[in-house]
């Protein structure tokens, strides 16, 4: 790799380096960031699904910039609303009027049992996400003079999305600040250097904000809406795990190298050559395993690809480029009080090599034990569900959330979020009166009429999201499917539609599950296949790039499924969000190989001059520390997302953090060696290593 070498083959060029580097860097943030562009629709679902058919069709209707937030009052011991109460509800509510789109709001309406006073407040949202959270704040502030014994919550789509935002606010620092410190004290436990955890964390640090800052450039000029919060927070672990993943195999590296070579320089371009190679191989593997998402039918997975593959991009170049430059110039004393001097024993790999003579003594019950293990946490997932509705999504309860589950108490469930049939304006009627008959159909009224399209707004009695819930869905799209003569004019980018559509916030959320449920059968086999595309380039070799597969995938189901027992049994979790199995899937898959590939490599490189045996075992030897500390760091690092109080994140760095640590601490460290112990020279099949005796003989 001369590329690589010659930015540390000197001090002239390793000065050139950083000074380029640090020019680079800066340039970013004067990048110009072009408009992001306007999401495909709320759900992130192309126009061939319902849900953003309607969204489509209900841009002719009058009104289409207005939604409604439902104030919801009930008395704080849960009794009927006394007239006292009824008539503080009217006189509160007379003086939202202002905030009203239009100007007025509809008298309240009371549950059939008396609890509960609904109030309907029409606001206007086509000025975006600022503007909802702007007058969503300003109608709760107006309804604080309510008397004290009465619990007054909003709720509703614009509710949810205030909430929503509420909660990533400050997320972005808070989850940075807290990955740094983890990354922090885990390299200073790693190198027990005061001084040495300093350099890869400021440059993995660094290279973590020009990535941020550059997918602000980069996300919207590929055309695709760059949704904050869930986007930057995935993209910074990513980053920040990768990036020290690769700084500390350079670094171990580079240390067993300062033992050989006295001249610094010459010891880094070594290590360089021996290193480059893994981490441009891991690397790859992580970006390719991520763009796969651009297939999903996600906006939010196919932003999260573009930001991925760019972080990976850039921590491989600050791994390969500007840590050893930064390395070389700050010399030997950086390691002090462990300074690697010519000549001297490092007493890393003492643990993994006694690990690895016990492996290889008993191979087969240490492989059978390890796969039991794999085999009895992957059962844990055989009971898990999958779905959230949107009162479940977050782990500290919002308002809209609290306001939502008080109205469900007393009216039907759906009541926050009426579903949208959308239809011809002569055969509203004809589509009400068969919306009306669908089983869960707790009202159907006609809606909102434009010139060529017509509203019937649709109350179920589930809550949104809930199975019965879905099962009502579908049967109201075939029943108002089946009306004769009712399809409404199809929406730009669609050419005929079968009949009237159904959609809304509950129908976007099954189209949702669905679209993920499709993205997970196209997108497994393929991010598979390149996997194991890479390894094979990688190792010249069939079966042990196919083993190391299917170890990972072996890892992926026993961490779904040790995950879904922690939170079924411990957190309490209701199901698995749709989108979490696909995300889990892909970061599992491309960084848990990144272990196998360190190990590897190495052991083909030693099983030139010792055999495959002994080869795996120099390589568990040496590799076995940092690729340990890089696993729990990478671990650590994705347990991170737990901080940020959406459960789907919280899911995500769990899964991942546990498949993680099974890669490192079994799949890694005892199934591999165990399969090379038992096969040799095949593990290789049917390319060869060949082995070489001290004096220069084949063997």
């Known amino acids: 790799m001369p590329a690589f070498t010659r930015v540390a083959g000197n001090r002239r060029s390793a000065w050139l380096t950083l000074g380029t580097a640090i020019a680079l860097g800066a340039a970013v943030f004067w990048l110009p960031a072009p408009d992001n562009p306007a999401p495909v629709s709320t759900t992130g679902l192309s126009e061939q699904w319902q849900s953003t058919q309607v969204e489509r069709l209900q841009d002719d209707l009058p009104g289409s910039d207005v939604q409604p937030a439902v104030v919801v009052v009930s008395r704080d011991d849960a009794a009927p609303l006394t007239d006292a109460d009824r008539a503080a509800v009217a006189t509160g509510t007379d003086a939202l009027a202002p905030l009203a789109a239009g100007g007025q709001v509809a008298p309240p309406r009371i549950s059939p049992d008396g609890t509960v006073a609904l109030v309907a407040v029409p606001l206007a949202t086509g000025g975006g996400q600022e503007e909802i959270v702007d007058r969503v704040t300003q109608l709760r502030a107006a309804l604080t003079g309510l008397p004290t014994d009465l619990t007054v919550e909003v709720t509703g789509a614009p509710a949810f999305t205030a909430d929503l935002a509420k909660v990533f606010e400050g997320a972005d620092t808070t989850l940075l600040a807290v990955t740094a410190s983890v990354v922090a004290l885990l390299l200073l436990v790693t190198y027990r250097s005061p001084l040495l955890w300093m350099v890869p964390l400021a440059i993995v640090a660094a290279t973590e904000q020009i990535t941020l800052r550059a997918l602000d450039t980069i996300v919207p000029a590929v055309?695709?809406?760059?949704?904050?919060?869930a986007v930057t927070g995935i993209a910074s672990v990513l980053v920040f795990g990768a990036a020290t993943n690769y700084a500390l195999l350079l670094i171990a590296r580079y240390r067993e190298e300062l033992r050989r070579e006295p001249d610094r320089f010459a010891a880094m371009r070594s290590a360089l050559r021996r290193t480059a190679e893994p981490i441009l191989a891991s690397g790859g593997t992580v970006m390719l395993g991520v763009l796969t998402l651009l297939l999903s039918e996600r906006e939010l997975n196919r932003a999260l690809a573009v930001a991925c593959a760019t972080g990976i991009l850039l921590a491989m170049a600050s791994a390969l480029l500007v840590l050893p430059a930064a390395l070389v110039l700050l010399g030997r004393g950086l390691f002090w009080p462990f300074v690697p001097h010519?000549?001297?024993?490092?007493?890393?790999?003492?643990?993994?090599?006694?690990?690895?003579?016990?492996?290889?003594?008993?191979?087969?019950?240490?492989?059978?034990?390890?796969?039991?293990?794999?085999?009895?946490?992957?059962?844990?997932?055989?009971?898990?569900?999958?779905?959230?509705?949107e009162t479940e999504q977050f782990r500290v309860q919002p308002e809209a959330v609290a306001g939502a589950q008080t109205l469900a108490r007393a009216f039907p469930a759906g009541t926050t979020q009426p579903v949208a049939v959308l239809t011809k304006p002569d055969a509203v009627r004809a589509v009400t009166a068969a919306a009306a008959d669908v089983p869960g159909v707790a009202s159907a009224r006609p809606?909102?009429?434009?010139?060529?399209?017509?509203?019937?707004?649709?109350?179920?009695?589930?809550?949104?999201?809930?199975?019965?819930?879905?099962?009502?869905?579908?049967?109201?799209?075939?029943?108002?499917?089946?009306?004769?003569?009712?399809?409404?004019?199809?929406?730009?980018?669609?050419?005929?539609?079968?009949?009237?559509?159904?959609?809304?916030?509950?129908?976007?959320?099954?189209?949702?599950?669905?679209?993920?449920?499709?993205?997970?059968?196209?997108?497994?086999?393929?991010?598979?296949?390149?996997?194991?595309?890479?390894?094979?380039?990688?190792?010249?070799?069939?079966?042990?790039?196919?083993?190391?597969?299917?170890?990972?995938?072996?890892?992926?189901?026993?961490?779904?499924?040790?995950?879904?027992?922690?939170?079924?049994?411990?957190?309490?979790?209701?199901?698995?969000?749709?989108?979490?199995?696909?995300?889990?899937f892909v970061f599992l898959v491309a960084l848990g190989v990144d272990y196998n590939i360190f190990l590897v490599t190495r052991a083909r490189e030693d099983?030139?001059?010792?055999?495959?045996?002994?080869?795996?075992?120099?390589?568990?030897?040496?590799?076995?520390?940092?690729?340990?500390?890089?696993?729990?760091?990478?671990?650590?690092?994705?347990?991170?997302?737990?901080?940020?109080?959406?459960?789907?994140?919280?899911?995500?760095?769990?899964?991942?953090?546990?498949?993680?640590?099974?890669?490192?601490?079994?799949?890694?460290?005892?199934?591999?060696?165990?399969?090379?112990?038992?096969?040799?020279?095949?593990?290789?099949?049917?390319?060869?290593?060949?082995?070489?005796?001290?004096?220069?003989?084949?063997?």
């Open 223 to 229: 055309g695709i809406h760059l949704a904050g919060g």
């Open 342 to 389: 010519v000549g001297s024993t490092g007493r890393e790999g003492r643990i993994w090599g006694r690990l690895g003579a016990a492996v290889i003594r008993r191979p087969v019950p240490v492989a059978a034990l390890a796969t039991l293990l794999l085999a009895g946490l992957a059962l844990g997932g055989l009971g898990s569900r999958t779905g959230l509705s």
């Open 447 to 584: 809606g909102a009429v434009g010139p060529t399209v017509a509203q019937v707004d649709v109350v179920f009695d589930a809550e949104p999201g809930t199975t019965a819930s879905d099962r009502t869905l579908v049967e109201l799209r075939a029943a108002v499917a089946a009306v004769p003569d009712s399809a409404p004019p199809a929406p730009a980018g669609v050419d005929t539609l079968p009949g009237p559509v159904v959609g809304g916030t509950v129908a976007g959320t099954y189209d949702s599950a669905e679209a993920d449920a499709r993205d997970l059968r196209l997108i497994l086999p393929l991010i598979l296949l390149l996997v194991a595309a890479v390894l094979v380039l990688l190792l010249r070799g069939l079966l042990a790039p196919m083993l190391l597969v299917a170890t990972v995938v072996a890892s992926y189901f026993a961490s779904l499924g040790g995950a879904w027992l922690l939170f079924d049994h411990v957190l309490g979790f209701p199901a698995l969000d749709s989108s979490v199995p696909l995300l889990a």
């Open 607 to 699: 099983a030139r001059t010792a055999g495959t045996r002994d080869g795996m075992l120099s390589a568990l030897r040496v590799t076995g520390g940092v690729i340990t500390s890089a696993g729990i760091l990478l671990a650590a690092v994705f347990a991170v997302l737990g901080v940020l109080p959406l459960i789907t994140l919280t899911q995500i760095g769990i899964i991942v953090c546990l498949g993680v640590l099974l890669d490192t601490l079994l799949v890694r460290t005892v199934v591999v060696p165990a399969l090379a112990f038992l096969l040799g020279e095949r593990f290789w099949w049917p390319g060869r290593v060949t082995a070489f005796r001290p004096g220069g003989a084949r063997a």
